[in-house]
């Protein structure tokens, strides 16, 4: 378990492009990341030391994150076309945060889709940044 924020309503488009990007270069490896939140708006992502790309699911190193970070939830990608989340999603999900996002190839402005902690789909609006 890690410090939780209040939940976020929003990311910024700064923010998503950034994922998507990410995503896309380490493809056909998953990447995973945390989301942090200012006052309700995703704006940043934090990579935590020992995080390896996977082939099955995300894996994030929770012991490794920095002190004093709220985290909004988590991101990571999908190789294939399909942005359900699996049983380890929902158990990653639980434990940070309370919105996730799934991305897939190929990894355009619509290919993501916003989970609750709980898995069922949530809604995120895309904001311009600060
Ligand atoms: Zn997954």
């Not at 935590?48 to 970070?69: E, F, K, Q, W």
Request: glycine share 8%; proline share 9%; aromatic share 6%.
């Amino acid at each position: 378990m890690v410090p939780r924020s209040i939940a976020p309503r929003s990311i910024t488009r700064q923010t998503l492009r950034f994922i998507l990007e990410v995503a896309r270069e380490s493809h056909p490896k998953e990447f995973a990341a945390l989301l942090e939140n200012h006052g309700g708006t995703i704006d940043n992502l934090i990579f935590l030391p020992g995080t390896r790309g996977s082939d099955g699911s995300a894996d994030l190193p929770l012991h490794n994150l920095p002190l004093g970070v709220r985290v909004a939830g988590s991101v990571h990608s999908h190789p294939v076309e399909d942005r359900t989340p699996s049983d380890e999603d929902l158990k990653l999900f639980s434990d940070t945060g309370e919105v996730h996002i799934i991305v897939c190839p190929p990894y355009t402005e619509s290919s993501w889709s916003c989970y609750t902690w709980e898995g069922t789909p949530a809604r995120l609006r895309v904001v311009r940044g600060p």
